[in-house]
């Protein structure tokens, strides 16, 4: 960074700014003095993210960045779930698909819903670990570790056992779409956002199970 402020007096010119702003969206800096830049902290990441103070400690500080990276924005979602209080004054049942480190379960709970049955679906232990020790409420939690796994045959034993499902959420993996993505933008068809469609399997499977038991 010093160097493509060296020898800059007053304004840097358009090419130095485009490459300071690169390097901090890369590294997620911020400026603290002239000229001095530092990176955010895990923690104050989570809090940008809306997540509950120290939500990932435990893991090593490469795997909070990236756990926090790939995770919901708790207030955007918050604000989308919020119509679902008065809907569901006694609780709710979820399935929540590529949960990753529980963006979704942290919304509800920032609102006062309570979540009765969860199914929580992610591949990643770590992130399994991370929202298994937040895990504090009342309700109960499920982990299962592959969306691949996840049949007609499995999703009625649970839809018998609760009811059915209220809500069904999940961000699938993005690698294949982002444009920071430089090598394999492969759109839906990339190994990893091509689990979208697994997604979309799952989810009319629930409307099929359900439309048969109501």
Sequence with gaps: MLKLLQGCDGIPPERVQRAVIHECRKWNLLWVGKNKVAPLEPGEVEILMG??????RGVSR???????????QIHTVAYHF??????FPNGINV?????GIGGAEVALH????????VVSVEISELNRNIVQCWWEQTGKLIHLADVKELDAERLKQFIYSFGGFDLVVGGSPCNNLTGSNRYHRDGLEGKESSLFFHYCRILDLVKSIMAGIL
């Excluded at 997540?51 to 990932?56: I, R, S, V």
């Excluded at 919020?82 to 809907?87: G, H, I, Q, Y």
């Design 95 to 99: 399935l929540s698909l590529f949960s």
């Design 110 to 117: 920032s609102l006062g819903i309570r979540m009765k049955n």
């Design 62 to 72: 490469t795997d909070r960045y990236k756990s926090i990276g790939n995770a919901f």
């Design 82 to 87: 919020s119509v679902l209080r008065d809907k």
């Design 51 to 56: 997540f509950p103070k120290d939500h990932t």
